[in-house]
């Protein structure tokens, strides 16, 4: 008996010494099971936010207006097209970190969205840094401005009658005429803003280039301070549709002075830019190097060509 219980004791502390080492060996595979699930589940982490980072794509919203063939219009099937809706849709799509979409909006009031810092961009403004300008601080509203997209030469169209008295001076030898223009429209300069203040011009505002037509064919306008390539492509358009006979009541329409030659830009608001569109500098970097590629590589031609041939 004292045997078998001193075999019995043996066994036992052999048993306990498996125990013992089985337990020890499952504890530590434990561990290293966790570690390594831990481990795993960090780098899982680490290249889910690496993935996630490297395909965000920062969505932009540029403000514009519909209502200026050919640089900015609506096509028969009402997609919003043009020569400076091309190339900035061209740019952006070959930035990958960004998308757009363009707020068709009134003229005047994308230039107030921009001043007052709600529209991260307004497209296609001229260089206006010197006079518009912030109510409070008088500074410029929109800063910076996109390498140049397109030169227009904005001119002065009257009816004939208008027409046979020269005009070599502008604004000054129009003291007395009547404008007709799009609201909000800044292209006849400052001093023809003063002089319409005083009353030496009238002017009335419209909306779209076609009542601009219509009014001055009826003489209810004398003149209209315009750019010259999308006054002519829309009398184009009206005639090839039938729909000028309708306005026209047999008054020619001239060109009787040249304002001068701008171009047309894409201009970022300077308006609580930091907080509300913090990804502005790399944007406009970005942009105006794929401007620059596409001025370099004859796609702008290409382009310009598509909606000018008249």
């Given at each position: 008996m004292k045997i078998i219980n001193s075999i019995s004791k043996s066994n036992q502390g052999v048993l306990t010494e498996f125990f013992k080492k089985e337990a020890g060996m499952n504890k530590a595979m434990f561990i290293r099971i966790q570690y390594l699930k831990k481990k795993h589940f960090l780098t899982f982490m680490f290249l889910t936010l690496l993935t996630s980072s490297a395909y965000s794509v920062q969505p932009v919203e540029i403000y514009t207006y519909d209502?200026?063939?050919?640089?900015?219009?609506r096509d028969d099937n009402g997609k919003l097209t043009g020569?400076?809706?091309?190339?900035?849709?061209?740019?952006?799509?070959?930035?990958?970190?960004?998308?757009?979409?363009?707020?068709?909006?009134?003229?005047?009031?994308?230039?107030?969205?921009?001043?007052?810092?709600?529209?991260?961009?307004?497209?296609?403004?001229?260089?206006?840094?010197?006079?518009?300008?912030?109510?409070?601080?008088?500074?410029?509203?929109?800063?910076?401005?996109?390498?140049?997209?397109?030169?227009?030469?904005?001119?002065?169209?009257?009816?004939?009658?208008?027409?046979?008295?020269?005009?070599?001076?502008?604004?000054?030898?129009?003291?007395?005429?009547?404008?007709?223009?799009?609201r909000g429209d800044g292209r006849a300069g400052t001093r023809f803003t003063e002089m319409v203040k005083i009353g030496d011009i009238?002017?009335?505002?419209?909306?779209?280039?076609?009542?601009?037509?219509?009014?001055?064919?009826?003489?209810?306008?004398?003149?209209?301070?315009?750019?010259?390539?999308?006054?002519?492509?829309?009398?184009?358009?009206?005639?090839?549709?039938?729909?000028?006979?309708?306005?026209?009541?047999?008054?020619?329409?001239?060109?009787?002075?040249?304002?001068?030659?701008?171009?047309g830009y894409l201009g970022y608001t300077d308006v609580n830019d930091e907080k509300n569109f913090p990804f502005k500098k790399d944007f406009a970097i970005k942009f105006d190097i794929e401007i620059y590629k596409i001025k370099k590589s004859g796609e702008l031609d290409k382009i310009i060509k598509k909606f000018t041939k008249l």
């Open positions: 209502i200026l063939p050919p640089f900015a219009f020569i400076y809706i091309e190339m900035t849709r061209k740019a952006i799509e070959r930035m990958p970190d960004y998308s757009v979409t363009f707020n068709v909006v009134p003229w005047a009031r994308a230039k107030e969205a921009t001043k007052k810092g709600q529209a991260f961009a307004i497209l296609p403004p001229y260089f206006h840094a010197h006079d518009w300008l912030t109510d409070d601080t008088e500074k410029p509203y929109i800063w910076p401005y996109s390498l140049q997209l397109y030169h227009q030469s904005d001119v002065v169209i009257c009816n004939d009658e208008i027409a046979k008295t020269p005009r070599p001076n502008f604004p000054e030898d129009f003291k007395g005429l009547k404008f007709v223009m799009f009238a002017l009335q505002s419209v909306t779209d280039i076609k009542t601009i037509i219509r009014i001055l064919q009826i003489k209810r306008a004398d003149c209209t301070a315009c750019s010259e390539l999308p006054f002519a492509w829309n009398i184009k358009k009206l005639k090839e549709k039938g729909e000028y006979k309708k306005i026209d009541k047999g008054v020619n329409l001239v060109k009787v002075a040249t304002i001068n030659t701008n171009a």
